[in-house]
Nanobody, 120 residues
Framework: QLVESGGGLVQPGGSLRLSCTASAFGLDYYTIGWFRQAPGKEREGVSCISSAGSSFYVDSVTGRFTISRDNAKNTVYLQMNSLKPEDTAIYYC????????????????WGQGTQVTVSS
């Protein structure tokens, strides 16, 4: 029910902007989170943003990634700068209907993911 886009192949130090949107419902009242899963690793919470705009980041991306939302476009973005090879993963967005901003709790709706590969 959520759709991610914007992934791709980028060189170290490069940038990508991921987008998350939904066609069947509005994202306005929900916390939206970005998660990632690299091969052989557990899924990790990367960032989330509440309906009020409060944002949170995992330490490894703080200062490099920025989450934002455009309610008019029903879209949440993840701007990723200064990308590193260790950022390589499938990135998923998810919606928390209780509007509880957390990188570790339960999320109700998930997208199919978009691949991000950072390599020279």
């Amino acid at each position: 029910q959520l759709v991610e886009s914007g992934g791709g192949l980028v060189q170290p130090g490069g940038s990508l902007r991921l987008s998350c949107t939904a066609s069947a419902f509005g994202l306005d009242y929900y916390t939206i989170g970005w998660f990632r899963q690299a091969p052989g690793k557990e899924r990790e919470g990367v960032s989330c943003i509440s309906s009020a705009g409060s944002s949170f980041y995992v330490d490894s991306v703080t200062g490099r990634f920025t989450i934002s939302r455009d309610n008019a476009k029903n879209t949440v973005y993840l701007q990723m700068n200064s990308l590193k090879p260790e950022d390589t993963a499938i990135y998923y967005c998810a919606a928390n209907v209780r509007d509880s901003p957390t990188l570790h709790g339960h999320y109700d709706y998930w997208g199919q993911g978009t691949q991000v590969t950072v390599s020279s």
